[in-house]
Every structure is written in structure tokens, then in C-alpha cells.
């Protein structure tokens, strides 16, 4: 009879890494918010209080997923895609559904908001690292169920309206496919059909199309649709190299979606060039641990698991980041465990506790250690290396 595998620690450095940026995004949302609660509610805490209750909350998931063998995901997967389809659908055919802003991305149940796309993508990248674990990928066919959900969930998200997270969606699975043994001609050929596809969607939606132009030309459209880039552009500058200081620019309350998508840009501003390289730093330690994590996890499905994980938060950190900048047109991506949501920060802390455990069974000797890009994919497919 085989021995059960005795977890270890975990990555303490991932773990580090988690809780200062964690710290740092709790100090930013009061620092960004505080003006803007006082305005709505009179109290400058208001909002401050509520991410730091979703911290707690999300604290103790991720402490429960650090506990839970990272081996029970695989029995829930299919469940996990299921359910995330019912609440996108519930976006479109419910009275629980809540539309801001242009967009229905909420669900108000028994009080509480949640964003479905956010369950959607956790769910997505459980789903995939036990399909393609379970079921070998080695022709276009064998890929076709996975693509189909994948395919679904992008659709249900796209049309809430999301294109940013469904980009983000794209991207992870289309990196989780990538560790297959699919010919790369494949990518190769999609990528410019669905870059064709997005612009087509994009050029015939007004308000899309309006973004691209607040990118392309953000001064021309200054008060309109770069109001954006521009005052993120502004915020940047005016921070030098060490900032204004903390909770100064609250003066200036022209930033829009401070406290949220753009609040890197209040990073730079009150702690300056200085305040972002730190931060950069903190969310480089904290992917890189995730693929060092996956790269010695010894079975095919936890491989996966982890550098879907780590992928997902490495593209929609890369987005977000992109945006605040000025590299990217503007999306509704929020930057992980730094911007203010509940949901966001929820799932993002559960992934962090999944990490954590899978941390636990890895394999740090040198004949287990992977070396190379090729040695990972073929382990990936549960195949050894000669």
C-alpha cells in the first residue's frame, strides 16, 4: 500500500507576500475612500469597515482552503462550473440581479452583493486542471468539452456587459490549454481570429468604442473619455518620486474610481514612484512563488491547479496595472487584494489559501525539482521525462 504524502509547511514567502500587500490595500481603500464616505454617509470609515469585514471573511476562507488537501478540489470542479454558470445566468434572468453604471455584475442575495464572474473564474481554472489532468489533450477534439465551458462562461460574462474579464478569462485558460499537447499552430491561428473578433464587438458597441478613443487620444477627450487615463496620468505625476503623502489626495478628488480600478494611481500619487516600485515588487514575489509552487507540486492536476491560479491573478494584476498607466484602454478590473470589493477580495484570498496548500505536498529535491519550460508541460500531462 502506497504512503499517504505528509504535508510539509507552507511558503511562508507567498504567505508574506499575501498579507503586505493585503496590509497595503487596506491602508489605500481608507486613504482613497475616506473623502468620498464621509460625502455619502458621514463617516470616513464607512467603506474602509467594509473591506476590512471582507478581509476577516476572506482570512478565514483562505484559512479553510489551507487546510483542505488540495486533492478535494478535483471532486467539486464540476459542481464548482455548474453553480458559477446558474449565478451568471441569475445576472440575466433574475430580480436578483443589480445594475450600476451601465453593467449587471451583481447579485443581492439575503443582503449580500456578490459578482458571479468572480466565482466564475476560480471555478473555470478548477474545472480545467482537473479535465485536462483526468483527460488527456492531444488533438483539437480532446479540447473541445473544455473549450465549450469555457466558451459558455465567456459569453454569460461578456454579456453582463465584461469584456475586460472576459478577456482576463481568455487569457488564463487559453494558459492552462497552453500545458497541453495541443500543436501550437493552434494558438498561433487563434489568437488573431479572436483579436478580430474582439475588435468587431468593440468598434460596434459605442461605449467600447468611446474607451479605445479615451486611450488613443486621452487629451483631446480629456472631460469625456479620457477623463480617466488622464487624471491617472495627472496622479502619477504630481506623486514625483516619494509622493505627496498619504491621504492627500483626497484634495484633489478627481481621480475617478479611486478607492477601486484605479487605486495604483493613488498609490503613485501619495507615495510616489517610490510607493509603486514596492508594490510591484510584492505582486512579483507573490506570482513568482505561485509558479515556483507549481513547478515542484509532484502530480499533474495540483501543477495545473496552482499555475492556473497564479496565472489568473498574474493576468488580471497585468490588466489592471496596464490600465492605470495608460498601456491598456480602460477596463473594470480591479488590481488583487489592493482594490476595494468584496467579492473580488474574497475569492482572491481563497485562491491564496489553495496556493498555500498546495505549498504543503511540493518537492524540493533535486530529482523531483522541474528545470525547464518543456520538462513542465510534459508533467503537466501527468508523462515523465527521459
Not at 459578482?115 to 488533438?139: D, G, H, N, W
Request: net charge positive; proline share 3%.
Amino acid at each position: 500500500m502506497a504512503q499517504k504524502t505528509k504535508p510539509g509547511k507552507p511558503d511562508l514567502i507567498l504567505l508574506f507576500a499575501a498579507v503586505f500587500l493585503l496590509a497595503i490595500g487596506l491602508i489605500m481603500v481608507l486613504s482613497a475612500s475616506s473623502l468620498f464616505s464621509f460625502k455619502q454617509t458621514n463617516n470616513s470609515f464607512y467603506l474602509f469597515f467594509k473591506q476590512l469585514r471582507w478581509a476577516l471573511i476572506g482570512s478565514i476562507a483562505a484559512f479553510v482552503t489551507f487546510l483542505v488537501p488540495y486533492k478535494y478540489w478535483k471532486k467539486v470542479s464540476g459542481l464548482g462550473v455548474l453553480i458559477s454558470i446558474v449565478l451568471l445566468l441569475l445576472l440575466r434572468y433574475s430580480d436578483l440581479a443589480v445594475t450600476e453604471k451601465g453593467s449587471t455584475r451583481w447579485l443581492e442575495i439575503m443582503g449580500l452583493s456578490i459578482q458571479p464572474s468572480e466565482i466564475a473564474k476560480l471555478a473555470l481554472v478548477l474545472f480545467l486542471a482537473y479535465i485536462l489532468s483526468r483527460y488527456p489533450v492531444k488533438k483539437l477534439t480532446d479540447a473541445l468539452f473544455p473549450l465549450f465551458v469555457m466558451g459558455v462562461i465567456m459569453v454569460l460574462v461578456y454579456k453582463q456587459p465584461d469584456l475586460g474579464t472576459t478577456v482576463v478569462i481568455a487569457l488564463a485558460g487559453g494558459a492552462m490549454l497552453l500545458m497541453t499537447e495541443l500543436n501550437i499552430l493552434y494558438f498561433l491561428t487563434a489568437a488573431p481570429v479572436l483579436g478580430a473578433i474582439c475588435f468587431y464587438l468593440i468598434r460596434h458597441e459605442a461605449y467600447q468604442w468611446n474607451r479605445i478613443l479615451g486611450w488613443l487620444y486621452p487629451w483631446e477627450y480629456a472631460t469625456t473619455y479620457g477623463w480617466q487615463s488622464v487624471n491617472a496620468q495627472i496622479a502619477f505625476g504630481s506623486g514625483g518620486l516619494f509622493g505627496i503623502g498619504i491621504g492627500r489626495s483626497a484634495a484633489y478628488g478627481s481621480l475617478p474610481e479611486n478607492y477601486t480600478d484605479t487605486i495604483y494611481a493613488v498609490i503613485g500619487q501619495e507615495f510616489g514612484f517610490f510607493g509603486t516600485c514596492i508594490v510591484l515588487v510584492g505582486f512579483a514575489v507573490l506570482i513568482s512563488r505561485g509558479y515556483i509552487i507549481s513547478r515542484q507540486c509532484p502530480d499533474s492536476f495540483g501543477r495545473l491547479l496552482a499555475f492556473g491560479i497564479t496565472t489568473m491573478l498574474a493576468v488580471q494584476t497585468a490588466v489592471n496595472l496596464c490600465v492605470v498607466t495608460g498601456l491598456l484602454p480602460v477596463t473594470g478590473i480591479t488590481l488583487p487584494l489592493i482594490s476595494y470589493g468584496g467579492s473580488s477580495l474574497l475569492i482572491t484570498m481563497v485562491e491564496i489559501g489553495i496556493l498555500l496548500n498546495v505549498s504543503r505536498y511540493r518537492k524540493t529535491t533535486a530529482e523531483n525539482r522541474i528545470t525547464s519550460y518543456s520538462e513542465y508541460k510534459f508533467k503537466s500531462r501527468g508523462m515523465s521525462v527521459s
